[in-house]
């Protein structure tokens, strides 16, 4: 007779990885009876027997035998006992079936902690981490006394929510039932402050624990990362090498996350195989990514080749290493590898590869990649629809942006914040900032990301007054702005002269240690410069301890835009490297400030440092010639030139035409720009002034019924005044929409009679 002492057993095998779940309901069945029928009583049959195969249940996510198990308890009238209960409850959570876990905890009439923590643990692994919060509120009452363990799992809840008021609250609750030393309980807290963004409270948690374990190191590590502080974090970890404990695979994964060089990774994988960690694949696949991001692809590989069997995550690891690094034939030979390894290529490694060819600005390629993906089969998820959506507005392919929003909702993406940030973008980019303010007001948790694409978003589409508002906005949402949020609100004051604003948030920048950033600073010295303030500008420039190509271009343009030509130059001369915007400065400020023979020999050098001329180029170098009445060269210029010039570079020499009265090269460049098919009313007008001023009435009313034809029409033009800390608009034609219009009016009349009267 088989004894019921070799349950365990058998519920072991239920656990083996390689147990086909879905064994069939006959053969549980049959199983169960031999058990029943093998003529030992009910009353001698080892409780924990039923329990171990639950626990098999569970690991097995094992629905229907699960049932099973508990018709056989409900028929033996254990129901209400609070141990298979407990089992119970764990069962159906794992299982998604919540409702029936609710039920296995009220059938019990004495309830226990163990019950009680298994009910809080099934909400919180289905995320419903505020039901979890109100359960236990409702049964603190005269419900069991919770322990150690039940105060972890709601403070992990408070981490998934977010919520520090709540996690504080639990903190006291913990405090006053004994908890505030526990280990556990402590270890819990510094995690969730971490994640809470209150580090500091994590930190006096840390520092006030009686012992630590290598979790309360591992919690603190991870808190510093988590707020953005990587050299305090590295700090911790070799606090933790030198103390009495020794670091574990998850300190080397959380040490390698804040490597920004190569030495430093190498470093610390020779520690990781001087301690054993290198067999832990987490950690190997830790150095293989970290290697690629600094550009090690040798060495990631080398750490590659010495998995005796990589897994899918190592595969998809060496295999965006490459990519990263801009080595795609590899990246892709590697994939046909994995692929006859038996590991088929999923969703991870094509969003791998094409978040890389966005990085490396090869959008065109990224779509192609996106696309092979799509023919295998591969349903996107929310990392590939955020990695492709870059790619589409660097193309600025409208459509198919769209297309990915209209995929995203049906397939219930959209909603994702990491989406929405995108397509924020994305709409932003592709000029279509209505349908961006429409996805960015249903973010209901906005993070710094999503309030920086909205500023930016405005800010490139010129809605320079929005992009202002909506940094007001994000710094009342006590939303810290990041370099990028900054840079761009500083290029909307540009856009309309507001100094004021500008000011204010130069001194934000400085409070909060913005100010040190190059490209905060670059973007300080285009504002002021563009807000006729060119020696702030100077002084900001003088400040930054740190100048890149873009801050000088910035000054050149900066000092040409005021006709201060030699100056421009004088920067000009100390850059090494000037690239093609260089130039373009460089030649805008010799045209403003007739330094004619100086911007030739600039434009004759550029083919020393290896660029060629572009059409910016040969504008202003038009621009030059012509301004100074040199139009016959202007002229042979544009004949001469390698490109076919665009309506810009006409259009210089059309000006200049204007202003040295020349109908005969005027009207060619004015016919030249029409037949192009450009809608730029400023170029008909222009055209037609010279005409007119050349006394050609018919050709001015040719002109002006081509414009009909063809739709062009003169915009309203329209001046910014800034007054009370707000700034007014007037657009012409539209003068009674102003509210003090007439009060304007009339001091508008009064000072134009007292001018007569002067004269």
Known sequence: MRLVTQLPKTAISFCKPNFHISLSLAISEKFFSSILDCGTPVSNINPKSYGQLLEACVTNKNLEFGKLIHSKIVINGLENDSFFATKLISHYSACGNVSVAELAFHRVSAQNVFLLNAMIRGYSINGLYQKALDFFYENSNGGPEPDSYTFSCLLKVCS????????RKIQDLALECGFGSD?????????????????????????????????????????????GFDCEAMVKVQELIQSSLRPDAVTMVNALSVCTSAATIREIHCYVVRNGHDSTPSVRNSLISKYGMCGQT?????????????????????????????????????????????????IVTYSGIISSLVQNDYADEAMETFTEMLNLGLKPDVITVASILPAISDIKHFNNCKEIHGYSYRHELESDRRVRNALVSVYAKCDSIQNAVRVFAKIKDRDVI???????????????????DTFSEMIKDQIIPNPITVTSVLSACAGISVIRQGKEIHLWALKNEFGAQTFVGTALIDMYAKCGRIEDSKRVFDLMTEKNLVTLNSMIGGYAIHGLGKKALDIFRKVEEP?????????????????????????????????SPREGHFACMVDILGRSGRLNEAFDLIR???????????????????????????????AQIIESGCENPGYYVLISNILADFGKWEEVETIRKLMKERGVSKGAACSWIEMNNEVHSFVAKERAQHPEWETLSKMLRSLYDQMKEMK
């Not at 995690?191 to 006096?204: H, N, R, T, V, Y």
């Not at 595969?315 to 030979?333: R, T």
């Not at 001469?640 to 020349?662: F, Q, R, V």
Request: charged share 15%; glycine share 8%.
């Open 579 to 611: 690239d093609h915007i260089s130039f373009i400065a460089a030649l805008s400020a010799c045209n403003h400030g007739g330094l004619i023979e100086e911007g030739i020999k600039i434009f004759n050098s550029m083919k020393d440092f290896g660029i």
């Open 640 to 670: 001469t030139m390698p490109i076919k010039a665009n309506p810009d570079i006409w259009g210089a020499l059309l000006g200049a035409c204007k202003i040295h009265s020349n109908l005969e090269i005027g009207f060619y460049s004015g």
């Open 450 to 468: 999503s309030w920086s694409s909205m500023v930016v978003g405005y800010a490139q589409n010129g809605h320079f007054n929005e992009s202002l």
């Open 298 to 346: 040798e060495e990631a590989h080398l750490v590659f080749n010495k998995v005796f069997r990589p897994d899918k995550v190592a595969w998809n690891a060496v295999i965006c290493s490459y990519a990263q690094n801009g080595c795609f034939k590899e990246s892709i030979q590697l994939l046909r590898e994995m692929n006859l390894a038996g590991f088929d290529s999923d």
């Open 183 to 227: 280990l556990f309980v402590s270890n819990s807290l510094i995690a969730m402050f971490g994640k809470c963004g209150s580090l500091l409270e994590g930190i006096l948690v840390f520092e006030s624990m009686p012992q630590r374990d290598i979790v309360s190191w591992n919690s603190i590590i991870t808190a510093y990362i988590h707020n």
């Open 160 to 167: 998934l929510l977010s919520d520090l008021r709540q996690g």
